[in-house]
């Protein structure tokens, strides 16, 4: 099973909105609608920012949206903020009880 | 508060074993599944495997079939992770993560959704 695919680096200004993108396959995003994505700041574990494709967990903040389109999964940050300077990686189920993550993204707020 | 906390680092040297701990509290144990999941240095991450906190049904990554066996014990709120024949390409961060939804029995799994994640244990291998 290969990994999901994502830019290696995305950046942006404060206050401004970032999408990240996370391109399977049709056999995992584009087939199940168990996408989900993590933040993960440097030497912690990651946390959960979104499930199940557009699931917030209680906590998030509501700046954090996730879609999917095709064998495609965004994850948007509006009103970008220091502290989502982070790694973000998604991860989907791929059939077979196997579950990809992709390669990660480092956000960087300028 | 749910957390979950994990034993601590291990070095082992390559064809040994490790086992990692799991300990849950805040939450009930056998209410939701547990993965593993581990991360190479300056790496992305990788699925080990679940398991059903319940009845103890396990699930593995092909990649890891044969060499992982993930158990728990319900009276402890622990899972634990044994991974064996390990080489220096297994020298990673190790979490456990809990999943956030329900067994899917159409598809036979769980969403993938991991809601609380453990510390993480550094297990090196090296000779």
């Known amino acids: 099973q290969s990994a999901l695919t994502q830019p290696a680096s995305v950046s942006g200004s404060p206050g401004q909105s970032i999408t990240i993108s996370c391109t399977g396959t049709s056999s995992d995003v584009g087939y199940y609608n168990y996408v989900s994505w993590y933040q993960q700041h440097p030497g912690k574990a990651p946390k959960l920012l979104i499930y199940e494709v557009r699931n917030r967990p209680s906590g998030v903040p509501d700046r954090f949206s996730g879609s999917k389109s095709a064998n495609t999964a965004s994850l948007t940050i509006s009103g970008l903020q220091a502290e989502d300077e982070a790694d973000y990686y998604c991860s989907s189920y791929a059939g077979s009880s196997t579950y990809v993550f992709a390669t990660g993204t480092k956000v960087t707020v300028l | 508060q749910v957390h979950l906390v994990q034993s601590g680092a291990e070095v082992k040297k390559p064809g040994a074993s490790v086992k990692v701990s799991c300990k849950a509290s805040g939450y009930t144990f056998t209410s939701n599944a547990m993965h593993w999941v581990r991360q190479a240095p300056g790496q992305s991450l990788e699925w080990m495997g679940w398991i059903n906190a319940g009845n103890g049904n396990t699930r593995y990554s092909q990649k890891f079939q044969g060499r992982v066996t993930i158990t728990r014990d319900t009276t402890a709120s622990t899972a634990y992770m044994e991974l064996s024949s390990l080489r220096s390409e297994d020298t990673a961060v190790y979490y456990c993560?809990?999943?956030?939804?329900?067994?899917?029995?159409?598809?036979?799994?769980?969403?993938?959704?991991?809601?609380?994640w453990g510390q993480g244990t550094t297990v090196t291998v090296s000779s």
């Open positions: 993560a809990r999943e956030a939804g329900y067994y899917d029995y159409v598809w036979g799994t769980y969403p993938g959704g991991m809601d609380v």
